[in-house]
Each structure stands twice: as structure tokens, then as C-alpha cells.
């Protein structure tokens, strides 16, 4: 079945758009032929003549939301009269090799809703300056809007942009083509390889190269190529060493606290809007569609190795310990193109994620930013990436390798500097600053980072959270600690009065610090709470970094609103189940188990499965479930024979143990009892938990006991 794409209900004004003007300020300027040629918008008459309409200032989307506050504006002004916008590089490198923009907004997915809408965020193409949004942020998401087929080396690499949260590239191969990350959807993939086709002509794909272990770089591989073809060695996928254990292991042990924390990072339950979601930074957001992945049959393994493919010649770089645990660079010397996978893209990037990902080695992330520089940045002609736009000329990448490469240098050198003197985990944040020379080069902005979580992750990498007063080593629960605060300030109402006089003072940070005192005693008093959201509306505006900005107007919804579940971003198949080690599932089992009514609880598992030739020993002891490969127990309490292909099943929630030896596909020998017994204190995990005090209603963090514990929630695969 074909993908169906949809007519998009653009509000670009034809009058306005597209460009920097020469003052520091967001206004754009320009034609609609030039919008078009820039973000590959082509307006439609029913978009043109709706444009006046959409032009004038939108109203909040939230009944209780506010405008920019005076404070909140004389910030933005200020900004837009000391940042460099006057430097239009960005935009001219954006617009350069542009061919084509399909006639369509959107992209339906195959399960009938719109998976990806490009055009919900026209608005930012009406040429005007929204106060609700920090400037450099409203430029980066302009810059953003890119939409269509893009040249990149003439006549050998393309991409495919605006179709998803990443970039997907095109290698002209002697065949066909080479792809490198094929997006997040299936969906979204499809349509990008169906539109190049379509405008350069039908080729077909003979390989994939995934960049790294995030889902937004190989979640839509099923669009683009057929397994079938994969295990029969027509098409090959190449990936870096360790892909497939990160691509899963990420987004388990933790995965429903990370999905319900996304709908802050990624912002998933505000709608697109000046004053709600506007960017993510490396784009617009993801895809809404389906989720697949074929395991890779070729792996980088050594720090440089180089293969060539149907006639493209690659020297792939490894990069453990960057963006991702498993990432890798790649050089086309015979077209001088450095691919900076999502090492090297238009911000600096996320050291600790808020959506929740291990902490990311800032030092080591300069040593291979450098490693590139002087292997391949000494004569690449153009640099290319994951996400953002491509850099032409070999200063132009030699420039932003060096400022990338010095900015995550100087946030771990600089940050640990500060802490050998004493500057601690609870202080750095208000602290620590980029050198001065960096703080005006756009490629050096903290948009998908930000200087507040970075810099105290790297104190947290190197030395833990604790700022070594003791006073903060065993402290009370804030639901705990706030009513003492509450007591000594006097009750409610003054503390509300005082939150008010600092909200009318601009002091935001201030108020947050006491009403949020007041909310965690009283999480019922919904004053307290809009006004909590109100403070948090205000710094969520005035924040560059994405990250930050939706998780301020993210917690003000939910404070104004109760928890809702929103969209989901996207869903994930069988495919993310088979990829999952059976050590990685037993571990997970371990993380399930409800210690508390397994207290007292004994037994051992012996586990084998024929057909991939495994055995574990599983043993439950001290309320606590613990596996080891290779190992089986002499008298073990139940035996299970089942093949890993049938445990799968089990693991998607397609099958259950009970039907499983129904049908004789497992054999069970020795006492039932353990395998009901940890059927009993194995639970699955619930997203909806509370976050924002007094915003969720009656919930548990565990599911029914209608859900088959054994069943493997699906980890949603973006740790970006």
C-alpha cells in the first residue's frame, strides 16, 4: 500500500518570508518563490488567501496561558540588539543545492493518522518576531523549515530534509543508492525515497548505513528496503560496533520514566504554536509513524576502517562515548564529504539528556571532534550531517570543527575548573559561561543542550550530584521538607503575595523558588499552581534551548491541566523485541519485580533455547531476580525448553507461556510454582506517575494485572 501524503493548509504569507534582514532582528523578507527556494514551501492559492487571516497575532492556545510579560520582551529586544544577526551564512548555506518540495504538507501513517506535518509550523514563516520565543531560538527554527530534495556534492550525495526530526542522505552509487539514516518512520522514509526517485529518477537502494543507536536514525529502514533482500546480501546494512545492544539497551531499564520525562524534553503535549512547541532544535520534532529495525550485517569495528560499496569509497571513523555509546563518522575522499553523523551538527549538543540517557563524556566528544578535524578536515570541501544543513568550503568546515570541538573541550575543562575551586553541583549552573569568543558563532549555541544541564553533568560524571554539604546528603522529599517552608513563611497567602510581587518584578527564578515550596505542601491550592505555571510560561519563553523551553511550558500545562497522556510519538514492532538480548529482557525482569512481595520468595530457573544454542540460570533469592549466560543448575527448581523465536512471541505480547506449551513450543519440567510465583511479583510500569505535584489524580505507576507481565513494554528509541 502506498503512503499517503496530504495537502498541507500552509500559512506562509507570500509577502514576507524567508530571509535575515540586514538588522539584528528575526523579520524576514522576500518572495514566496524565494520561500520556496530557501524551506521548499510552495504556497497553494487557498494558502495565499488565508495567509492575511493567519498573519495577525494568534491567541494563546491555553485559556489560562499569557503573553510575554514586559520583562519577558525587553529581554527578547535586548537579545535581538546584541546577537549577530546580521550573519546570514546559516541561511545561505540552508538554501544552497536546493532542487525540489513536494506539493504535500503532510504524511499520513499506515495506521490512518498523520504521522508527520511540516506545515502545523508555517507560522514561523510569517515574517514577523514572536516575543514568546527567545530570538535565537525563532532563528534556529526558521532555519529549520527546510523542506524537500537538497544537493549536496553535485550529482553524488543528496538529502532529503523536513520529513522527520533527522535528515536522511542519499549516496549515488554505480547502481544505486547508499542511504545513511533512514529516519524515524517507516512513513516518513518511504516518502522521502519515493520523492528523490521521483525527481532524479528510480534507483535502487544497495545499502544503509546507520549513523548511530538512536531511533530517529534507523526506525524507518522497512520504508526504503525489504529484509528479505538484507539476508540475501543484496542490500547491506552497516553499522558501528555495539549498534544493536545500545539501540535497545538505551531505552529499557529506565524506559517509562523516560517516556513519560520526553513529554517535557520534546515537548509531545504542546501543540505547535508561538506560544507552545516551535523546534526541537535539531529539527522539528519526530515522526508519528512506525518504528521498525533490521539488524545490521556489517560493523565498523576499528577506530578507521574503510569499505567500499558498489563503487562509493568510505572511511568510517568510530566515536564511542559521544552522542551515542555507538556512533561513527564517515569520509568520502573522492568527493572530499565529511558525514558528522550527530557529532557535529548547528548546536552544541545534549552532555546529559533530560529525557534521561547515561551522561555523555564532553572530553572525549572533543578528542574525536579533533581526531576528524586533522584526519579529514584538512581537505574536506563540505560537511554534512544527520541533522541541520551542510557547511561548503574547506574554512567554512575547518571553522565549525574547531569551535564544536574547543566548546565541549571548554565545558569539561572549564566546568572541572571551576569545581577544583570549589564551585559545586547545585552552583556551576549559574556559573559556568562559553568563552566569549564562541558565544557569537551560531554553530556554537547550547540550543538541544543547554549550558544549565550540561555543565552540571559533567561535575555530575566526574564527581556524583552531591555538592558535599551534608545538609543536602539525606534530604527530605520535597513533599516533606515544603511544608516546613510554608509554616516559616508565613502560610498561603503571603507566600503568594510575595510569589506575585516577584512575577511583576521579572523575577522569575525567585518566585518559582517559593511558589514551588507552596505547591508541593498545598498540591491541591490550583492558585498556587497557575501561578507556578504562569512563572514557568515566562522563563520557558526566555529560554534558548528547546530542552528547556518545552519543559517549562510543558510543566505549566500539566500544572493548568492535570497530567494528560497526549500523542504518542511513536510506536515500535516486533522488530525492537527480536533485537532485544535475552540477558537485556531477564535484566529488565529483574528491574519489574515488586521486591516488597517477593520478600522471602526462592527458586531457580534453568532456561534453554535450542535453536540459537543459549542457557540461563535465573534465580530469584533476597527479593531479587539475577541471570547468568551460559550457566544451567544442577537441580534447578523448573526447567524451560522453548526456542528464542517462540520467546519473542511472548516478549510482544503476541503470545503467552500458558499458550506456548499448550502447544507444546515449550516444555516446562520441575515445579510450576516458581514460574507462577514470579508471574505474581512481576509488574508492568505505568507512564502516568506523577511529576508536577497535584497533577495526577488517583494513578499507580503499575498496570492492571490484565497485562501479561511478561510482555515487554516497547522502548520508544530516542535518547537523543
Known amino acids: 500500500m502506498g503512503v499517503d501524503k496530504v495537502a498541507g493548509n500552509s500559512s506562509l504569507e507570500t509577502d514576507d518570508v524567508v530571509h535575515l534582514v540586514n538588522r539584528r532582528s528575526l523579520l524576514l523578507a522576500g518572495t514566496a518563490a524565494a520561500a520556496a527556494s530557501t524551506f ?30 514586559t520583562h519577558t520582551i525587553n529581554i527578547q529586544n535586548a537579545l535581538r540588539n546584541s546577537m549577530p544577526f546580521d550573519d546570514k551564512l546559516d541561511f545561505e548555506e540552508a538554501k544552497k543545492g536546493f532542487i525540489a518540495a513536494p506539493l504535500y504538507r503532510q504524511i499520513k501513517a499506515e495506521a490512518g493518522h498523520v504521522a508527520w506535518d511540516i506545515g502545523k509550523y508555517d507560522f514561523l514563516l510569517q515574517g514577523k518576531d514572536f516575543d514568546s520565543i527567545h530570538p535565537s531560538l525563532q532563528r534556529q527554527a526558521i532555519l529549520n523549515m527546510g523542506y524537500g ?29 547508499i542511504i545513511f539514516d533512514p529516519l524515524t518512520a517507516k512513513e516518513t522514509a518511504k516518502a522521502a525515497l519515493e520523492f528523490i526517485n521521483e525527481r532524479l529518477g528510480s ?36 553499522a558501528p560496533e555495539h549498534f544493536l545492544e545500545h539501540a535497545v539497551s538505551e531505552n529499557v531499564m529506565a524506559g517509562n520514566a523516560m517516556t513519560r520525562r520526553m513529554a517535557y524534553q520534546y515537548g509531545a503535549v504542546l501543540p505547535a504554536s508561538a506560544y507552545g512547541h516551535v523546534d526541537q532544535a535539531i529539527g522539528k520534532t519526530t515522526a508519528a509513524g512506525s518504528v521498525g529495525l533490521i539488524a545490521p550485517d556489517i560493523e565498523i569495528k576499528l577506530p578507521f576502517e574503510e569499505l567500499t560499496i558498489d563503487g562509493v569509497a568510505m572511511v568510517f571513523q568510530n ?67 544527520s541533522h541541520s544543513w551542510p557547511r561548503f568550503g574547506n574554512a567554512r568546515v575547518q571553522e565549525v570543527l574547531r569551535g564544536q570541538r574547543d566548546t565541549y573541550a571548554h565545558l569539561n575543562n572549564y566546568v572541572l575548573f571551576l569545581a577544583n575551586q570549589g564551585v ?48 543536602t546528603l539525606t534530604p527530605l522529599s520535597p513533599s516533606d521538607s515544603a511544608p516546613l517552608y510554608v509554616e516559616m513563611m508565613g ?115 534453568n532456561i534453554d533455547m535450542p535453536d540459537v544454542n543459549e542457557q540461563y540460570l535465573v534465580e530469584m533469592s533476597n527479593a531479587t531476580l539475577t541471570n547468568i549466560k551460559g550457566r ?9 525448553t522453548l526456542n528464542r523465536s517462540d520467546l519473542e512471541t511472548v516478549m510482544a505480547g503476541q503470545s503467552s507461556f500458558d499458550a506456548l506449551v499448550s502447544s507444546g513450543k515449550a516444555k516446562l519440567s520441575g515445579d510450576l510454582k516458581a514460574l507462577a510465583d514470579l508471574r505474581s511479583v512481576v509488574v508492568q510500569f505505568n507512564p502516568a506517575f506523577q511529576l508536577m505535584p497535584g497533577t495526577v489524580k488517583g494513578a499507580t505507576p503499575l498496570q492492571s494485572a490484565q497485562v501479561d507481565p511478561f510482555e515487554q513494554p516497547e522502548p520508544e528509541f530516542l535518547a537523543e
Not at 431 to 450: C, D, E, F, I, M
Not at 551 to 561: C, I, M, T, V
Open 632 to 640: 544451567q543448575a544442577k537441580n534447578p527448581d523448573l526447567t524451560m
Open 319 to 385: 566515536t564511542p562515548g559521544t552522542e551515542s555509546p555507538a556512533e561513527m563518522n564517515t569520509y568520502f575522499p573522492q568527493w572530499r564529504a565529511f558525514w558528522s553523523a550527530e557529532n557535529v551538527t548547528a548546536t552544541i549538543h545534549n552532555i546529559y539528556t533530560l529525557r534521561g540517557a547515561m551522561v555523555r563524556d564532553a572530553l572525549a566528544w572533543s578528542k574525536h571532534i579533533n581526531e576528524a578535524l586533522w584526519r579529514f578536515g584538512q581537505e574536506a570541501e563540505v560537511m554534512f550531517a
Open 149 to 177: 530534495l537538497y544537493e549536496v556534492v553535485p550529482g553524488a550525495i543528496f538529502q532529503v530534509r523536513g520529513f522527520d526530526l533527522s535528515n536522511i542522505s542519499f549516496i549515488k552509487s554505480n547502481t544505486g543508492w
Open 491 to 605: 502560610g498561603a497567602s503571603r507566600i503568594m503575595a510575595k510569589g506575585r510581587e516577584l512575577f511583576d518584578r521579572g523575577m522569575y527564578r525567585h518566585g518559582m523558588e517559593i511558589i514551588n515550596k507552596l505547591v508541593y505542601a498545598e498540591p491541591n491550592n490550583q492558585d498556587a499552581k497557575d501561578l507556578l505555571a504562569d512563572t514557568f510560561e515566562q522563563l520557558g519563553y526566555q529560554y534558548e534551548s528547546p530542552s528547556l523551553r518545552n519543559s517549562f511550558l510543558a510543566g505549566a500545562k500539566e500544572l493548568r491541566d492535570g497530567y494528560q497522556p497526549g500523542a504518542k510519538l511513536k510506536s515500535s514492532g516486533p522488530d525492537v523485541v527480536r533485537a532485544m538480548t535475552t540477558g537485556l529482557f531477564l535484566d529488565f525482569l529483574g528491574v519489574r519485580v515488586d521486591s516488597k512481595k517477593a520478600e522471602g520468595m526462592k527458586f531457580i530457573i
Open 424 to 471: 559545586t553541583i547545585s552552583e556551576v549552573h549559574n556559573v559556568y559561561q562559553a568563552p566569549k569568543s564562541l558565544q557569537n558563532k551560531w554553530y556554537a549555541r547550547s540550543y538541544h543542550g543547554s549550558e544549565f544541564h550540561n555543565s552540571r553533568a559533567v561535575i555530575n560524571r566526574y564527581i556524583g550530584y552531591w555538592d558535599c554539604n551534608p545538609a
Open 203 to 238: 534507483r535502487p537502494v544497495v545499502a544503509v548505513v546507520y549513523s548511530h543507536a538512536h531511533g530517529d536514525h534507523f526506525g524507518g529502514v522497512r520504508g526504503v528496503v525489504d529484509e528479505a533482500d538484507v539476508r540475501s546480501g543484496k542490500v547491506k546494512i552497516i
Open 40 to 69: 521548499g514551501v510552495i504556497p497553494t492559492s487557498a494558502q495565499q488567501s488565508s495567509a492575511q487571516a493567519v498573519a495577525s497575532a494568534p491567541d494563546h492556545y491555553h485559556p489560562k496561558g499569557k503573553p510575554p510579560s
